[in-house]
């Protein structure tokens, strides 16, 4: 197979592993930058075209789309299942992960437990809005945030009023969230592949910080997790129509409650974490799916 792999820059650690792990199974690998990829959408032949030239004879892609190009990004995904070629992960998934509201009404919708989470356009009510997701200490998250920044931790009443004052006059997007004091800063990054969660890790926050994202300072090691968090994930990842995820989960005195669903999960962090070659189980996963996709464009055929 030609896989094309849509990263922006070949020498991060996620494209270079997913790079070895196609070459090791004898496929072909080619880089695509797709914020350069231009498309024609057109219904009877619809293209993507690449420095100049016509994209072609790809057998399948895998998106690797951080969450601030994920826009541009989906709609590339996008345009190359209207080509009919095989994407790891659904656009329309790519599209619901990026928004962390969207994601997370889906989730409840679906009994998934979240940790209670507030959303308001408006000042006007503050108080009832920090009664409505059960007082202070809380946490504050901008919907555009990533790798923890634009995540506060109001620690009482008028801090948390302040801070939500303070973005809402700038007119940035927030949730207002339960603090789960329980899970002391840590959390569980649960990575999916198809129906299974084939590594978990534990990321701890560094001392005197409550984020415990890797780039925070955070630091990580292989978990076991139980069998209701590894369920978890997999719903998660389902409901919202990723075949591959990272799923983020708190746990919390009730049970796993789930931070984010990630559609581009990083693979250094968990790789190293747990030692497991989830590059490798990636390029499983995608042929065989290809393999399902064979068969059932023979059976339509045929039929
Ligand atoms: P980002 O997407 O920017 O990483 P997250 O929502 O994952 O933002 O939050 C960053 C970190 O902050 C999490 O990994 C977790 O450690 C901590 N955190 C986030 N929300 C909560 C919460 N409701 N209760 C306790 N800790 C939280």
Do not use: W
């Not at 989730?107 to 356009?121: D, E, M, R, V, Y």
């Not at 990580?220 to 998660?236: F, M, Q």
């Amino acid at each position: 197979m030609k896989i094309a792999i849509l990263s922006r820059n070949k020498k991060l650690y996620s494209t270079q592993r997913l790079i070895e792990a196609v070459k090791i199974r004898g496929h072909q690998p080619v880089v695509v930058d797709f914020l350069r990829c231009y498309m024609n959408i057109a219904s009877h032949k619809p293209t993507i075209h690449f420095h100049g030239k016509e994209l072609s004879n790809i057998d399948a892609v895998i998106p690797r789309i951080g969450s601030s190009v994920s826009f541009y990004g989906a709609a590339v995904v996008r345009q190359f299942e209207m080509m009919g070629i095989l994407s790891l992960v659904k656009s329309v998934g790519i599209t619901r992960a990026q928004d962390k509201l969207h994601s997370l009404q889906m989730l409840s919708c679906k009994g998934i437990g979240l940790p209670i989470t507030g959303f308001a356009n408006r000042p006007d009510e503050i108080e009832d809005l920090i009664r409505m997701v059960g007082g202070a200490p809380l946490v504050i998250k901008l919907l555009s945030g990533t790798q923890g920044i634009g995540v506060v931790l109001a620690e009482t009443k008028q801090a948390a009023s302040s801070v939500i004052e303070a973005f809402m006059g700038l007119k940035a997007n927030i949730l207002v969230q339960e603090y789960i004091k329980e899970a002391k800063g840590a959390d569980i990054r649960c990575f999916v592949i198809g129906n299974k969660v084939v590594a978990a890790m534990e990321r701890k926050a560094k001392s005197g910080e409550f984020r415990s994202n890797l780039h925070r300072g955070g630091s990580s090691r292989l978990i076991k997790i139980t069998p209701e968090e590894r369920s978890t994930a997999i719903r998660s990842a389902k409901i919202l129509g990723l075949s591959v995820a990272g799923v983020d989960i708190l746990r919390a005195n009730h049970g796993p409650v789930v931070m984010e669903v990630n559609s581009s999960p990083g693979l250094e962090g968990i790789e190293k974490a747990t030692g497991k070659d989830v590059a490798g189980m990636i390029i499983d996963f995608l042929e065989k799916t290809a393999e399902l996709k064979g068969k059932k464009t023979v059976r339509e055929n045929t039929s």
